[in-house]
């Protein structure tokens, strides 16, 4: 029996086993979990600013006899980041939302006229093609419909899933509120205690793969912190560019088209899918100006130019190393398998999984299973 758990495939079995065990207890409770899993994302990302300023507390701290035995500096950090937040989301609340709420109800009231001219637009060349092509035309009209009959429900299923699992019923309410009120509470903990969950974490790592996993790790942890804050700043200082450009231009919502478009920009290649193509079709639908949809593109174009130039080099800094196939794949990949979520994790999680790939590779060239078949060597020229 010793010697059968000696085997390195046993092992391995073993550790399989335990990683899969462990994912399907996640799934399993994956809705008791999600808050906490949020809420260490964002102490994760908070991190870094806590740190920051605690060194900068401790020093003064050290100096003042009168607050140096009872205030922590950890704990002092804490508190006027969260004050901080706070008087972010009241200023949000109080001067944002109002302004994005008269926007969207200024909107809604314009949608008959909107589907006027939609309306307008689209009947006459429906009509061209339909005398022109009778049954074409018609065989696509029916098509469309059943295209729309058949994946609107599936496109808005995991929106009503999500709400009628929220307010299907009174306790399902109450836990929905809780867990957006936890959510905080756990950032605040995780961040008091962030740095001894990592030392913990380390010290589970044997000592003979500490060198391994500690160099790793590290590697990991620079590059996704430094990609998380700066893809953040850079979608909020684009979606403040694109909302005050499109708002300038009379876009309709502008102010939410504007932030959309701007975090848009944390999933690759989406705000040109998506974004650009919004922005004018609500433009032209409030005012059918060749003049206006020019000034929309170049505000776009602007935004997107001044941003791979500018802002993003110097705010993320140097690039993921990945190839645009290989972050085309990734996204395509993890909508397929996770939706959004998959889509708005696929890049850093490969870029994560890409620091592991020249140690695979490196592996792999000097296995036996490689070298086993190779020919010999040819023998060295025999002098003239």
């Known amino acids: ?22 994912l399907w207890g996640a799934f399993a409770l994956r809705g008791v979990l999600t808050p906490f899993a949020v809420a260490f994302a964002v102490a994760y990302f908070l991190n870094p600013a806590v740190n920051a300023m605690e060194r900068f507390f401790a020093k003064d701290i050290a100096r003042s006899r009168l607050v140096r035995g009872w205030l922590d500096p950890r704990a002092a950090a ?4 969260a004050v901080l937040v706070i008087l972010a989301l009241t200023v949000v609340v109080l001067i944002i939302v109002p302004a994005v709420a008269d926007q969207v109800t200024e909107t809604v009231k314009k949608l008959p006229e909107y589907f006027r001219v939609l309306r307008a637009k689209v009947e006459p060349a429906y009509q061209r093609l339909n005398m022109r092509y009778p049954e074409q035309t018609d065989q696509i009209r029916h098509q469309i419909e059943e295209a729309l009959r058949t994946n609107l429900p599936q496109l808005l299923r995991p929106v009503t899933r999500v709400v009628e699992a929220a307010f299907s019923s009174l306790l399902a309410f109450v836990l929905t509120v809780l867990n957006l009120m936890v959510i905080p509470v756990f950032v605040v903990y ?40 700066g893809q953040v700043t850079v979608c909020l200082i684009l979606g403040a560019f694109y909302s005050i450009g499109l708002t300038s231009c009379g876009v309709p919502m502008g102010l939410l088209v504007g932030f959309v478009i701007g975090f848009f920009n944390m999933i690759p290649f989406m705000s040109y899918v998506l974004g650009l ?62 939706g959004f979520i998959g889509m708005l994790v ?12 020249a140690d695979l590779r490196d592996g792999y060239l000097r296995s036996d299973f490689y070298r086993g078949g190779a020919p010999p060597a040819p023998p060295p020229p025999s002098p003239a």
């Open 1 to 22: 029996m010793r010697e059968a758990l000696r085997s390195s495939w046993l092992r391995l079995l073993g550790v399989v086993a335990v990683l899969a065990l462990a």
């Open 78 to 81: 804490v508190g006027v980041l």
């Open 190 to 229: 995780l961040l008091y205690d962030m740095n001894h969950i990592q030392a913990g974490a380390k010290d589970l790592v044997p000592h003979r793969f500490r060198e391994y996993v500690y160099s790793r790790v590290q590697e990991v942890d620079r590059l996704l912190s430094a990609f998380a804050r």
């Open 277 to 338: 193509p919004m922005a004018l079709l609500l433009s032209w639908l409030d005012d059918q100006s060749l003049e206006k949809l020019v000034a929309v593109a170049v505000i776009f174009t602007v935004g997107q130019f001044v941003e791979g130039n500018f802002i993003t080099p110097r705010i993320v800094g140097q690039s993921l190393g990945l190839h645009s196939v290989v972050i085309m794949l990734a996204v395509l990949v993890g909508g397929t398998l996770l």
């Open 346 to 357: 696929a890049v850093p999680a490969t870029a994560a999984l890409s620091i592991f790939w």
